[in-house]
């Protein structure tokens, strides 16, 4: 792999990674709680971030389809951590494979998306992880204030 995808991954890796230590040891309750109206809970962040990050590294940057259901990654609730930890395993092992097969020339190239907007491959790739740090963000955030909270 070259040198860029290999930093990417670690990138990508330490993202996925700053998700699974602020879900590691949360309720069933504190994953579905939302701090208030209009606002996510960390299974359906957790959930929408993978489905993210799967849908611009795969369906826009290599082409192949994920079949994403986007509006249902905002309906995840009752979710077990140990599947969204493994929604966020099988993300770096899919990035790791398909970006195994990308040149640093394929970073140029462009690709048509379904409503006609036409990222590079550069820019479908960096989106994928300014998505999902954003998102890490208002995890955290979710985690901290489930903490306050709850504090007796």
Same mark, same amino acid.
């Given at each position: ?15 996925? *990674? ?35 990050? %799967? ?11 994920? *079949? ?11 979710? &077990? ?5 493994? %929604? ?11 970006? &195994? ?7 140029? +190239? ?11 491959? @550069? ?8 998505? @999902? +740090? ?15 909270? *709850?504090?007796?």
């Amino acid at each position: 792999m070259q040198t860029f995808f290999t930093e990417y991954i670690k990138v990508l890796e330490e993202c996925h *990674n700053d998700i699974l230590s602020a879900i590691d040891g949360l309720s069933p309750e504190a994953m579905d709680w939302t701090p208030g109206d209009d606002m996510n809970s960390i299974s359906v962040l957790v959930f929408h971030t993978t489905g993210s990050v %799967r849908f611009w590294i795969g369906d826009i940057a290599a082409q192949e389809s994920s *079949n994403r259901d986007r509006e249902a990654e905002f309906q995840a609730k009752g979710m &077990d951590v140990d599947v969204l930890k493994k %929604r966020l395993s099988d993300n770096i092992e899919y990035a790791r494979v398909t970006l &195994d097969k990308f040149t640093i020339q394929d970073l140029e +190239t462009i690709r048509t998306m379904p409503d006609g907007r036409q990222p590079t491959v @550069a820019w479908a790739l960096l989106h994928a992880l300014e998505h @999902a +740090t954003l998102h890490l963000g208002q995890i955290q955030m979710n985690h901290q204030l489930w903490e306050q909270k *709850n504090k007796a």
